[in-house]
């Protein structure tokens, strides 16, 4: 599980201007502690960043279909998926109701 606390924050705004200049790096979505985040590097450098809110904080998603869409949105098509230790919301309604 990822441990985002560490990392820097970055907003989308902010990363759609490190895309259009053709910097960022390294994109996936893995699971964090509340749920998947989106991690990056930005130009050459080996330092992570994470996905933040417009108004702070870690922007955290409840499926990959979600992270997907904003990385296209941002023109980012290609990205690694991490789901070891992941459940779909899908899944946890599934097991509930057993």
């Given at each position: ?9 970055v907003s989308a705004k902010v990363m ?83």
């Amino acid at each position: 599980m990822m441990m985002v606390e560490s990392l820097q924050e970055v907003s989308a705004k902010v990363m759609r201007e490190f895309v259009a200049a053709g910097g960022v790096r390294d994109v996936r979505v893995e699971q964090a502690d509340k749920g998947l985040v989106i991690v990056f590097n930005v130009g050459s450098g080996l330092n992570e960043r994470v996905l933040g809110q417009a108004r702070g904080g870690v922007r955290y998603f409840q499926s990959f279909d979600g992270a997907a869409s904003v990385l296209q949105g941002m023109g980012i098509v290609e990205f690694i998926a991490r789901s070891a230790n992941w459940v779909p919301r899908t899944a946890k309604s599934a097991s509930a109701q057993e």
